[in-house]
Nanobody, 117 residues
Framework: VQLQACGGGLVQAGGSLRLSCATS????????MGWYRQAPGKQRELVAT???????NYVDSVKGRFFISRDGAKNNIDMQMNSLKPEDTAVYYC????????????WGRGTLVTVSS
């Protein structure tokens, strides 16, 4: 299973970016997919998740600005990021989880988002 993230880049504060994560190597649906980020010198944190039935969850700092969506048939997710702030600067990682009793987690390579002030 591979997760391929793209869409990062350099943007000015107030701007927008759209991240995408495409899955390959499996046709089995993931229970939960999402985005995490890691800023320099900080721990990786959850940004947004979406379940197989479309339920979403966001970290408070991005609520109302970031919107996660999912193409369940393809196990692909996007995240629209609006009103970006310098503190959103981080490497963003795509994440996918499968299973209930035994949970298997997959990570994609990160994509760098840099927001200039």
């Amino acid at each position: 299973v591979q997760l391929q993230a793209c869409g990062g880049g350099l943007v000015q504060a107030g701007g927008s970016l759209r991240l995408s994560c495409a899955t390959s190597g499996t046709t089995v649906n993931f229970n939960n997919m999402g985005w995490y980020r890691q800023a320099p010198g900080k721990q990786r944190e959850l940004v947004a998740t979406i379940t197989s039935d479309g339920g979403t969850n966001y970290v408070d700092s991005v609520k109302g600005r970031f919107f996660i969506s999912r193409d369940g048939a393809k196990n692909n997710i996007d995240m629209q990021m609006n009103s970006l702030k310098p503190e959103d600067t981080a490497v963003y990682y795509c994440n996918a989880r499968r299973g209930s009793v035994v949970i298997t987690t997959f990570w994609g390579r990160g994509t760098l988002v840099t927001v200039s002030s």
